[in-house]
């Protein structure tokens, strides 16, 4: 299992513009693959996996305005939306009655309004930036600070008016730095997390602190990849 703490940036925040022009360019690239997509499925009936798009998209401008790691991951995005149709359409052709009407191909984002999605890797990660306790995405001139040491990934989410950043880390390797740190017995593996939570989670709400950007709050990931 692995934990996230997130920061709020809203439209005060001076770093909001450059997240809001790499969210643009992540939809920019997410529609025109997603065209490439659909032609290729409607006109010819076949599905270009994630390898075929990457090796198609390298070429293509939208591609290139973001890092290449953080492109990778709006692909593996839009190869994940198209799975859930293919498995949401077979399981319609087994029993129609269980769903409102036939599932429909992944549609585009807006053109003006719509944003996509973030995911930076550890490998699009500043690692002295990290050793500091700061978060720096490839690509962005911004920083964000983080008590993580152990991170595993950063998604920069669009909400309407704002930008969620999560970190997403190793709430086990953390857990053990916090216990050494204050002097604390680790205790066994299934005993920790409510510990660790408890130590380490910040109550003030990313609603309540004016929009900037802060530690809104520490909790379980099912599923951060």
């Keep these: 299992m692995q934990l996230v703490e997130q920061h709020v940036i809203s439209k005060i925040d001076p770093r909001y513009a450059a997240l809001d022009r790499a969210a643009f360019a992540s939809k920019n690239l997410y529609n025109a693959a997603l065209y490439e997509c659909r032609q290729s499925f409607i006109h010819q009936g076949k599905y270009l996996y994630y390898n075929q798009?990457?090796?198609?998209?390298?070429?293509?401008?939208?591609?290139?305005?973001?890092?290449?790691?953080?492109?990778?991951?709006?692909?593996?995005?839009?190869?994940?939306?198209?799975?859930?149709?293919?498995?949401?359409?077979?399981?319609?052709?087994?029993?129609?009655?269980?769903?409102?009407?036939?599932?429909?191909?992944?549609?585009?984002?807006?053109?003006?309004?719509g944003r996509n999605v973030l995911v930076y890797t550890i490998q699009a990660l500043s690692k002295p930036a990290l050793k500091q306790g700061m978060i720096k995405p490839s690509g962005l001139p911004i920083e964000i600070k983080t008590k993580q040491k152990h991170v595993d990934q950063v998604r920069i989410v669009p909400r309407l008016g704002f930008y969620v950043v999560e970190v997403i880390y190793d709430w086990l390797a953390a857990y053990r730095l916090l216990c050494k740190r204050k002097a604390i017995p680790a205790r066994p593996a299934f005993l920790i997390l409510t510990r660790y939570q408890s130590m380490a989670t910040s109550r003030v709400s990313p609603f309540s602190v004016g929009g900037v950007s802060s530690v809104a709050c520490t909790r379980p990931v099912i599923s951060a990849k």
């Design 53 to 113: 798009m990457d090796k198609i998209m390298q070429r293509h401008e939208t591609y290139r305005a973001l890092p290449s790691k953080v492109s990778q991951q709006v692909l593996k995005l839009l190869d994940k939306n198209w799975k859930s149709f293919f498995a949401a359409l077979e399981a319609y052709n087994e029993d129609p009655f269980k769903f409102l009407g036939r599932p429909r191909l992944p549609k585009y984002k807006d053109k003006t309004a």
